[in-house]
């Protein structure tokens, strides 16, 4: 039998090696789940995970995917190390496109260079409210953020969905459920010709950078990873318990709204139903994999961003579910979670037991 | 038992190992204890009192090493089996269910052997007369004291058929006077035969009460001896070794200068069973120490609270310093006004177990000048930490050591260090030396006395009585969320304050 015994003092190196055992674990069920689906292991592997970024165009497309998951998990991080549990970055990044959408609509004939700030500022406001309302709700009413924040999900992509089918949809559309296509002054630049690649991903990790400092060498960074760590130590030391909060989520939510107003302003260039394939979902088990570190969050990313390129591809080569994107990210949130046990405990099979206490049983016989 | 001449030892413990990762809690111990006898466990935080406790007990299995009960091999596996032998153990920590009766607590903790609750009633009835502990079965433990939830856990032990009772430090919940009862009772099961194992590091109390004494220090046995026949210096010495002084006494100062001044402080307790606080008043003078006793429970926590700033007070002008009411202020405008406070709880109030002691620096230090532009000042934060470990001599690999990997007492340094450092005009200490070794208690109480003839005015809550005679220039008693009168501590006696402590002064006149 195998037993499960207490480290004492949890293991820094097994903290970081738990995301690199979920991945393996990952690609064996990945591999054992294709053999049984009558597919080649190995090259549904590499159809998954090689071929979507085998070109410049593809490298290119993985940036476009990256950008919001890294935004949302960016600012993920930032409120999970105060253990505050926003679920909703989803829901806030709807509410960002939302929001910037409106913005540059009504900016649609206007020209000049402060039309795009103005629509990533709407944006950023945008996805703040939408946290703001959960801080709101957590700090007056003591109500549970998990639960807040998820529901405000709902409301934001029904929101947007109402939006897309009535005051914002394009006039000259022909009822599609679409917006009019921003203008070009309202659009983010592209980095390289013939590609999708925008200034989203430098926005992205510009906010890497920020938030890393913010964390490590700022006083309010440091407020609130006390307050994650140890909320009583944190109330002892004066620090103001509900400002941090609020800080935490606005930041996390503006992060989100950016990167929603990032898609409608990028790649998409107009307000569409469904501006993100949950990329705030996927950024919740980025920011984890990632171990709340800004740059275990962008190597996790750009793990993420392959797994959704890796399911189109599988979609149109291997005529496989689109599916499997949510499958593998399953997976990976299911094996991290079952590794991080590892940080704190560490395995013993006791059949190797000690001669003393082998010594010992036989006295106890010996006196029976 | 009447043939005494043969009758083999109660209990006997033979070359006893227990081995944890990292460190060997106890190391070949030996141990002896006759019927009828009161026999004493002395050691310091760490000795490896508690390890071996718990295999007598049954809860821990030793790696090596015998147990003979009555002369014969046992193994002891499990809690239930040593209640069959006939051994009780009163934890320090009791486990009792607030709203369950009496009778209904023990009952649980008896399990099958419960027998129904009416004649269980009966029996803990006659138990507790016979030994001089009053208890009534029915009342509901929320209502008890802590001295009578103490008897809850004795008689619970004495319901069955009982050979060897285990007491882990009975005494440090208790007034002297409580004392004084708990040891008639302990004189009079042990004349009926049964054996009891006394564990304290309060060595007046092990003279006045027990036969026979076992000293561990660093989990090996490192003397034996009949207390009666020893001094508490020279027990003391067998605790700590050669090389750790051991106390001294304090010159007591008076001042006049008030810094801190609580009046008329009313609070309702936030937890159902807490103490609320009435009409509490004194004040803290520039330059002495106010001891604060009083059993655990008694609004200490609610007290500290109000203090602190964590919970602040309607009426602003209850708590005043030199330049005006704070009683409305956050614990940080406090600590801008010169308090400093160390909490009761090392690890998860006073420190972030899981932050590096520079960190931990910051966490209370960020007013010195540790944070520029919001900016944290990292050299200067790690210099300040690298001074509290150099000055107060904390015992750790450096100014990364997690907080967590400190011992009791090192931690309790660094965070008596880090207030005082910071140069308080007021520090508000909380059972600064609980459960921390006799080497740095006395370092504590010495850097407390020299912050007080620098001119600071300190306020030390502690259930530790000695303690408070030994550093309080002026003393006084909490009970029930009332204060009793303040003494200069050579004015008054340990009994006095014993009394205060049970609720015996003026104050407490019928108020309905």
């Known amino acids: 039998m195998i037993k499960l015994e207490p480290r004492g003092q949890h293991s820094k190196l097994m903290a970081w090696l738990s995301p690199v055992f979920a991945g393996v674990l990952t690609l064996i069920s990945g591999a054992i789940l294709f053999a049984l689906l009558g597919q080649d292991p190995l090259e549904a592997l590499h159809t998954l995970l090689i071929m979507p970024v085998s070109d410049i165009y593809g490298l290119a497309e993985l940036c476009v995917k990256a950008a919001p998951i890294l935004l949302c998990a960016i600012g993920l991080s930032v409120v999970f190390k105060a253990k505050v549990w926003n679920i909703g970055a989803e829901g806030q990044l709807l509410m960002g496109g939302l929001i910037g959408s409106a913005c540059a609509l009504a900016l649609i004939d206007a020209e000049g260079f402060w039309v795009l700030p103005a629509v990533l500022l709407a944006g950023m406001v945008g996805g703040a409210l939408w946290a703001g309302l959960a801080a709101w709700l957590k700090t007056s009413f003591n109500a549970n953020e998990i639960l807040t924040t998820i529901m405000l999900n709902y409301i934001a992509l029904n929101l947007l969905i109402w939006a897309v089918h009535g005051p914002l949809k394009d006039p000259d559309g022909f009822n599609f459920p679409e917006s009019a296509m921003f203008s070009d002054s309202a659009l983010i630049p592209t980095l390289i010709d013939g590609t999708r690649i925008h200034f989203g991903m430098l926005f992205a990790l510009l906010a890497v950078v920020v938030v890393w400092v913010l964390l490590s060498r700022s006083f309010l960074g440091f407020q609130i990873k006390v307050l994650g760590l ?122 190797l037991s000690t001669p003393a206490t082998d010594k010992l049983a036989a006295n106890q016989e010996a006196a029976n | 038992m009447a043939e005494a001449h043969i009758t083999p030892p109660r209990l006997t413990l033979r070359r006893i190992t227990k081995i944890y990762p990292g460190c060997v809690a106890n190391d070949s111990i030996d141990l002896n ?214 106390s001294t006494d304090y010159p007591k100062v008076l001042r006049e200068e008030p810094f801190l001044q609580v009046s008329g402080l009313n609070r309702v307790s936030d937890d159902p069973f807490g103490t609320d606080l009435h009409n509490i008043s004194f004040s803290v003078n520039a330059g002495e120490i106010l001891g604060i006793a009083g059993v655990a429970g008694n609004g200490q926590e609610e007290l500290l609270g109000a203090l602190s700033g964590e919970d602040q007070v309607e009426n602003h002008d209850a708590i005043h310093f030199p330049h005006g009411a704070v009683g409305h202020l956050s614990p940080r405008e406090r600590r801008a006004a010169g308090m400093a406070f160390v909490p009761e709880e090392r690890l998860g109030r006073g420190a972030v177990p899981d932050m590096s002691l520079k960190d931990n620096a910051l966490l209370t230090g960020f007013l010195t000048g540790l944070v520029n532009r919001g900016m944290i000042a990292h050299g200067k934060t790690r210099d ?110 340990i009994n006095e304050v014993g009394r205060w402590m049970a609720g015996d002064f003026a104050e407490v006149e019928i108020k309905a």
């Open chain 1, 230 to 351: 140890d909320a009583s130590a944190a109330r002892l030391a004066g620090f103001r318990e509900k400002r941090l909060v609020w800080i935490a989520l606005l930041i996390s939510g503006a992060l989100a709204g950016l990167a929603g107003v990032g898609e409608v302003a990028g790649p998409l260039g107009q307000l569409v139903p469904s501006i993100s394939p949950g990329y705030g979902y996927a950024a919740i088990i980025v920011a984890f994999l990632g171990r709340l570190h800004p740059v275990g969050i962008l190597l996790a990313t750009l793990l993420m961003a392959l797994i959704y390129m890796g399911g189109e591809m599988a979609q149109i080569n291997l005529g496989l579910p689109v599916a499997l994107t949510g499958l593998f990210q399953g997976m990976l949130l299911f094996y991290l979670l079952a590794c991080d046990v590892l940080i704190n405990f560490r395995i013993r099979i006791p059949a």
């Open chain 2, 33 to 246: 204890i006759e019927p009828a006898e009161i026999h004493a466990l002395l050691g310091e935080n760490g000795a490896g009192k508690s390890t071996l406790m718990k295999v007598i007990y049954g809860l821990v299995k030793p790696d090596q090493g015998e147990v003979l009960w009555d002369g014969m091999p046992v193994e002891i596996k499990d809690p239930a089996q040593a209640r069959k032998l006939g051994i009780g153990m009163v934890f320090q920590h009791f486990s009792l269910f607030e709203t369950l009766t009496v009778t209904e607590n023990i009952a649980l903790a008896l399990g099958d052997d419960a027998g129904d609750l009416p004649s269980l009633a009966k029996r803990i009835r006659e138990v507790s007369e016979k030994y001089g502990m009053a208890l009534n079965p029915d009342r509901e433990i929320h209502t008890l004291s802590v001295g009578e939830r103490q008897r809850v856990e004795i008689v619970r032990c004495l319901v069955q058929p009982i050979k060897l009772l285990i007491l882990d430090e009975p005494t440090s919940v208790l007034t002297p006077q409580e004392v004084e009862t708990l040891f008639v009772t302990l004189r009079k099961l042990a004349e009926e035969g049964c054996s009891i194992l006394f564990i304290s590091h309060k060595l007046d109390e092990v003279r006045a009460l027990c036969h026979n004494a076992t000293i561990l220090r660093a989990g090996k046995v490192s003397g034996e001896c009949k207390p009666a026949d020893e001094s508490s210096q020279s027990i003391a010495r067998m605790m700590v070794g050669d090389d750790t002084p051991i």
């Open chain 2, 384 to 493: 300040f930490a690298k001074q509290i470990i150099e000055r107060y001599k904390v015992k750790t690999s450096g100014t990364e050591a997690h907080a967590e990997s400190l011992s009791g007492g090192n931690l309790q340094k660094f965070i008596i260090g880090r207030e005082i450092m910071q140069n308080p005009k007021l520090l508000i200490a909380a059972h600064p030396t609980w459960g921390v070794d006799i080497g740095a208690a006395t370092a504590i109480h010495k850097a407390l006395i020299e912050l007080r003839d620098k001119g600071a005015a300190i306020l030390v809550v502690s259930e530790d009585i000695d303690e408070l005679f030994q550093i309080s220039d002026r003393i006084g008693a909490i009970c029930h969320g009332r204060i009793s009168p303040i003494k200069p501590t050579p004015d008054t006696t």
